[in-house]
């Protein structure tokens, strides 16, 4: 007899893990590029404003803006307005989503992952074109 909900349930963590793959996939993507991986890395450091992290990569406030609203897009990075002048953004990772990823990245690379396997196709075992 077919147990409906453990069927439900196996659904759903497959939809889970196909969206933490796809979530994993938008991250590493803003992270590949070069300048957001720095502004990133400054970042772990600590809080910082838009103007810091422009001196310090030497490159320009909307170049820096367009990479941390990137940043943000995929939930890295978390922006607070000053209490009492708005105009100023800090800006910090975010840590729920950095946990995440830290386990995400475990999870895809463990080692333990790794089974001895043999191909299933092959000369000896394909006489068809495969």
Not at 5 to 26: C, I, M, Q, V, Y
Not at 63 to 68: D, F
Not at 72 to 98: C, F, K, M, Q
Request: charged letters at 30%; glycine letters at 4%; one cysteine or more.
């Amino acid at each position: 007899m077919l147990n409906h909900s453990r069927l439900k349930e196996e659904a759903l963590s497959l939809d889970e893990a196909r969206l933490a793959r796809k979530d994993l996939a938008r991250i590493l993507r803003a992270l590949s590029d070069p300048t957001r991986l720095a502004v990133f890395d400054l970042l772990m450091e600590g809080v910082q404003c838009n103007c810091e992290i422009a001196e310090r990569l030497g490159l320009s406030l909307s170049l820096i803006s367009h990479h941390l609203s990137v940043l943000r897009r995929v939930g890295l990075v978390e922006a607070e307005h000053d209490p009492e002048d708005a105009r100023w953004i800090y800006y910090s990772v975010n840590r729920v989503t950095l946990q995440r990823l830290r386990r995400e990245i475990q999870q895809l690379l463990d080692p333990r992952r790794i089974q001895p396997r043999q191909p299933s196709c092959g000369p000896q075992k394909c006489k068809a074109a495969c």
